[in-house]
């Protein structure tokens, strides 16, 4: 099967099957109820499911405790109602991406009881040990401030075991030919089942080299080309999406310099910058980080996103810039997180200001890469900052005015949905949105199905252009003699902004605006004459009246 490079212009949507949608009445979301959404995820222009962790786990870390690669948690269901979801997303054209989390397992997974009870076993080796407590092991946590070591001792094999996340998260031993051999398994197994790829979950700690005499963790870079083989091999189009929050040095490596190593990644460099720019106006150092990522392989992608399930991690920024984001975003320590980042959701960030949540998902999704958006966010929903960690920003879907917001009709809700206050289920929930012709939902909708229309920016090569606002960010991406042009306002106040016509390229005397009958001709003087209103946007089709009179033709 030949690789169409689908994931170039996708609209991907982050859900936890735990917290969508349940159809038993158990409190707990499944696949049955997940599948009754599908025309909801279709109807909102999303070509893309990503999943997180679903299979077998004790559940202490969301499901990233995993005690069982190939199966489903009895709590969503069985293998025969995933297949089902599957089979239904393909029927509307939708793809499936689920996590694979192979950097550790459970401390209950059968590998690792296995491994405690017998040092000469077969599975003993597939994970980290020492004899003794590592000089080191007080250095490196994932989650400073709850996280206290990365090595524990384990009274049964009487040995030190090491665990770059919880201490309930053992690691295995990726450089062991036997475990690498075991994910290959792992991915060939699902994608039978009708999975198109993976998001692989801590990529930099799944290639590094572990164990308590390794002082520098060199990264096996080829072990992610063992990886794309296995499913070139198996299901032709089927993707690898990195989570790899690496300097833009590295980028080239994960990718691969002909892009035989991950097919994506996310941009946590122009993410992290993206929050400072929203947070200060200036958007330099976020055209700086985008120059910083440009290069990369003609089959590679970026995935662009604003918040995900984890923490807005910011520790790529200057302290100065992080405080800035958190002055405006997280002032309370209760907002923030492992001394780097923020835990809430987008909307209770921005306020719920309507002009900057557009602005924000505006700029998600017209910078180079993939749209991925997480659950919720497309009716803005807000956090429980009463709930430990992470999972304040991780609540049942609000989906109507129903106890519990219509997730369940259960007594109790595996987490608590959010309700009261402006955020609460009451008045923030898809039902009410759906009839509001004016909701943040059906404007996510409108901008999607643009998005969609718009294959340059998956496809294209882009160039900030250069003006005189730091608050402004103009982009032009051309591709195939077609050329798109962005304008994001970061500032509160309106700005007059002007752009010549030579700058944007040929054919711009008129730019067709894509979202409204604004559109844009050039005055006398060749230049495009416009008022921003404050955090404004806009999106043109260059093209001039060519492009105009073959539109009213068609």
């Known amino acids: 099967m030949i690789n169409d490079l689908w994931y170039k212009n996708a609209l991907v949507y982050c859900l936890s099957v735990e917290t969508f949608m349940d159809a038993n009445g158990d409190g707990c979301g499944d696949f049955e109820g997940l599948a009754r959404r599908l025309d909801y995820l279709h109807g909102l222009g999303v070509t893309t499911v990503w999943l997180m962790p679903f299979q077998t786990s004790p559940g202490r870390d969301g499901g990233y405790d995993v005690a069982d690669y190939y199966n489903v948690d009895p709590r969503f269901g069985t293998l025969g109602d995933f297949v ?41 080796d597939w994970y980290v040990w020492s004899d003794k407590k590592p000089a080191d092991a007080d250095e490196g946590m994932v989650f400073p401030g709850v996280q206290k070591s990365t090595w524990s001792f384990d009274r049964l094999a009487r040995r030190w075991f090491f665990h770059r996340f919880y201490d ?5 031993d990726t450089s062991n030919p036997l475990v690498q051999a075991e994910i290959l398994k792992i991915m060939g197994f699902w994608t039978q089942l009708g999975v198109s790829g993976f998001r692989m979950d801590a990529v930099p700690f799944v290639i590094a080299q572990k164990g308590a005499a390794v002082k520098r963790h060199k990264e096996q870079y080829d072990m992610l080309r063992n990886f794309r083989e296995l499913l070139q091999w198996r299901q032709g189009d089927a993707i690898i999406l990195g989570e790899a929050n690496v300097l833009p040095k590295t980028d080239m490596a994960y990718f691969g310099e002909e892009g035989e190593r991950l097919h994506m990644m996310f941009n946590f460099q122009v993410n992290q910058n993206l929050f400072y720019a929203l947070a200060s106006g200036d958007s330099r150092p976020l ?4 120059a ?26 200057s302290p100065a810039q992080r405080q800035r984001v958190f002055d405006a975003f997280a002032p309370d320590k209760s907002m923030q997180l492992y001394d780097r980042g923020i835990r809430r959701r987008l909307a209770p960030m921005l306020g719920s200001d309507r002009r900057r949540l557009e602005l924000a ?11 991925v958006l997480r659950y919720g966010d497309e009716i803005g929903m807000g956090d429980d900052l009463s709930l430990p960690e992470r999972l ?40 009410a949105q759906r009839r509001d012709a004016d909701s943040l939902l059906n404007w996510m909708e409108r901008v999607m199905r643009m998005r969609k229309e718009i294959p340059e920016v998956g496809w294209g090569d882009f160039e900030v252009l250069a003006q005189p606002h730091a608050t402004v960010l103009a982009m032009r991406y051309t591709w195939r003699n077609n050329a798109v042009l962005f304008v994001h306002n970061l500032a509160a106040d309106p700005l007059e902004f002007e752009l010549g016509a030579r700058q944007i390229g040929e054919g711009s005397e008129l730019l067709v605006n894509l979202l409204s009958e604004a559109h844009s001709k050039v005055d006398g003087k060749g230049r495009h004459c416009m008022l921003l209103e404050p955090y404004g946007y806009r999106w043109f089709r260059v093209g001039g009246l060519d492009y105009l009179l073959k539109r009213s033709a068609v």
């Open 392 to 431: 304040c920003a991780r609540t049942p879907m609000q989906w109507s005015t129903e106890p519990h917001g219509g997730f369940t009709a259960g007594r109790k809700p595996v987490l608590p949905v959010i309700s009261g206050g402006a955020y609460g289920y009451e008045h923030v929930n898809v039902a």
């Open 168 to 172: 309930f998260q053992p690691d295995l």
């Open 361 to 371: 998902y505006s700029l998600m999704l017209t910078l180079p890469g993939t749209p």
């Open 292 to 317: 910083a990522t440009r290069p990369r392989p003609a089959t590679s992608q970026w995935g662009m996103f604003l918040r995900n399930h984890d923490e807005l991690d910011l520790g790529r920024l």
């Open 287 to 290: 055209a700086k980080a985008l």
């Open 84 to 124: 089902e979801f599957t089979h239904g997303a393909a029927q509307r054209g939708m793809r499936v991406l689920i996590d694979l989390v192979v950097n550790h397992t459970s401390d209950q997974h059968p590998w690792f009881q296995e491994a405690r009870k017998n040092r000469h076993g077969k599975y003993h």
